[in-house]
């Protein structure tokens, strides 16, 4: 879409990153810039979750900012500047391929976890973030220890549409599909609340997702950020607050026009997916 550009970067390109300028929004100013890394995209993007990614690049660049993609998998090199992490889910081998690579970036993400930088993790990668995740096959995967939980495989999948309640987002839509039942240890919040048994985090305990500085773990498939663009402006505003001391949206009207016309689209699907049977 016009005057709202989206650069996407490989890691080969770090040494020759430029900025893509949006002039008639900023109306000649210095853009700004908003790097976000897109952590494990091949073995960790199932259930569309990519399309978080896509949610929060498009909303920065219609608010004036310019978001630049680093799409991080093994043995990439780390971009030199972060304001926003978002990572997927996978299946269990998927799990297993990235996990040593992980931990090798783990301090780095912890770090960046301890100085607020906005996150947002799904399924795998919100296992991954624990403690540690016990496989159904016995296999323990350490985790990297930014969240309070851990995880145990089971046989029965939790699957099905989702809507859990949250006092910062009111109510989240969502999809979710995992037999890792996660539990939160003592001191951990919920992201939210579900209503009935056999759903969220364990089936038991009423809870879904996890929140931890700004970091967000959930099981919420979908893509989510689509269907909730509260979470996706949390993320947005979260980073420009500590990349530029304040988020300042520079739109132009019809960069605030399409703004409108895609959370009127994303009321709508909230409004089709909360009648949809589990």
């Not at 900025?19 to 929004?25: E, G, I, S, T």
């Not at 690579?101 to 993790?121: I, K």
Request: net charge negative; charged share 25%.
């Amino acid at each position: 879409m016009e005057n709202a550009q989206i650069t996407t970067q490989q890691p080969s390109d770090a040494a020759d990153e430029t900025a893509v300028h949006n002039n008639d929004a900023s109306s000649g100013a210095q853009s700004r810039r908003l790097d976000i890394v897109s952590l494990y995209p091949k073995d960790m993007n199932i259930y569309g979750d990519y399309g978080n990614v896509l949610t929060v690049s498009r909303r920065a660049a219609l608010y004036g900012y310019e978001p630049v993609v680093h799409q991080y998998n093994q043995g990439d090199q780390w971009p030199e500047h972060v304001d926003i992490v978002l990572g997927g889910g996978g299946q269990d081998n998927g799990q297993k391929k990235i996990v040593d690579d992980l931990f090798e970036r783990a301090d780095t993400l912890r770090d960046l976890a301890r100085q607020g930088v906005p996150m947002l993790m799904i399924c795998g990668m919100y296992q991954l973030f624990g403690q540690y995740f016990e496989t159904i096959d016995g296999t323990r995967l350490e985790g990297i220890g930014i969240m309070g939980v851990h995880t145990v495989g089971q046989d029965v999948r939790m699957i099905g549409n989702l809507t859990e309640t949250s006092e910062e987002f009111d109510k989240i839509i969502g999809y979710e599909n995992h037999s890792g039942q996660t539990f939160l240890h003592e001191g951990t919040e919920p992201l939210g609340r579900v209503e009935f048994d056999g759903t969220g985090n364990n089936g038991e305990d009423h809870t879904e997702g996890a929140r931890v500085h700004n970091v967000i773990g959930t099981y919420m498939h979908g893509s989510l950020l689509p269907k909730n663009p509260k979470i996706a402006d949390f993320l947005i505003r979260t980073a420009a607050e500590r990349r530029y001391g304040v988020f300042e949206p520079i739109q132009n009207d019809q960069m605030r026009n399409e703004l409108a016309r895609i959370d009127r689209i994303a009321d709508r699907a909230r409004a089709v997916a909360k009648n949809r049977p589990r």
